[in-house]
């Protein structure tokens, strides 16, 4: 094992036995490096206060903000019936029983402050390279959103009504930073992991009410598609929000100290 920039290293050997000294360990290559970090807990008192910046941020950013998507799913459904001939009694068949496009579109946007709590925020100071940290953080949020949904089937029915519903994230990101001559300079946030549910749905009109329960399914399968595209996104948000603004925290305060 070897911290990266060192130049010595040190071979474990698992065996119980002493190395020849007149051998000398070869030294790993890249992919058999470790980096060793120091890690310290961010108290909770700053990781709360953080929270309530962030959500600041947020309204600021996404109060104005609207998704519109539409989206379409073909159903079919079959039953199997008896249909014996006499090289074959126990021949079965297949019958379509029911083929329909439904079509479901919609509208939303945020309707008020997210809840956000920043469950855990370690600091893994680094060994090898002198002022060089990364600050990690575990965050989950509920966000209040409304708008408009859409259902309909072609030529056959189409209903839309106003909704109200409670979206739900899990987070997990990093922040490097670097300390200098007593202060702290911070990349943007990048999100490494982020999962996104909608986990409640109301709606008013009654025929969309019965159907409540596959609009929420067909978010949620939409989302995971677009997993990977909508933390893209989200990070090139962060990026412009916080490229555009000076941050100012305790946070930061408290990093200098470490």
């Known amino acids: 094992m070897k911290a990266r920039n060192y130049r010595d290293f040190i071979l474990f050997d698992g065996s119980g036995t002493k190395a020849p000294k007149a051998k000398q360990p070869q030294e790993p290559g ?6 060793i970090y120091r890690i310290s807990q961010i108290p909770s008192a700053i990781r709360s206060g953080l929270a309530i910046a962030i959500r600041a941020l947020v309204m600021e950013e996404l109060a104005e903000e609207e998704y519109d998507k539409v989206s379409t799913r073909r159903k079919v459904k079959y039953v199997e019936l008896p249909a014996p ?3 074959d009694p126990r021949r079965t068949k297949k019958h379509r029983l029911l083929s329909m496009t439904e079509q479901y579109q919609i509208n939303a946007r945020l309707d008020g402050p997210p809840e956000i709590q920043i469950t855990h925020m370690p600091y893994l100071r680094s060994y090898s390279q002198r002022g ?3 600050l990690m953080f575990v965050a989950r949020a509920k966000a209040p959103v409304r708008g408009r949904v859409r259902y309909k089937i072609p030529d056959a029915l189409s209903a839309s ?6 979206v739900g994230l899990a987070v997990v990101g990093e922040v490097r930073l670097e ?3 007593g202060q702290v300079s911070l990349d943007p946030p990048e999100l490494l992991e982020l999962r996104v549910e909608m986990r409640r749905l109301d709606v008013s009109n009654d025929l969309l009410n019965v159907v409540r329960r596959q609009i929420k399914d067909v978010i949620n399968r939409e989302i995971r598609k677009q997993n990977d595209r909508i933390r893209q996104q989200a ?4 990026r412009k929000a ?3 603004r000076q941050f100012r925290h305790p946070l930061l305060r408290y990093l200098i100290l470490l």
């Open 85 to 87: 001939t006499l090289r």
């Open 30 to 35: 890249p992919e058999e490096t470790v980096e």
């Open 242 to 244: 916080v490229e555009a």
């Open 179 to 181: 300390k200098s001559d």
């Open 161 to 166: 009504t106003g909704f109200r519903a409670v």
């Open 132 to 134: 060089f940290g990364l």
């Open 235 to 238: 990070n090139k948000a962060i």
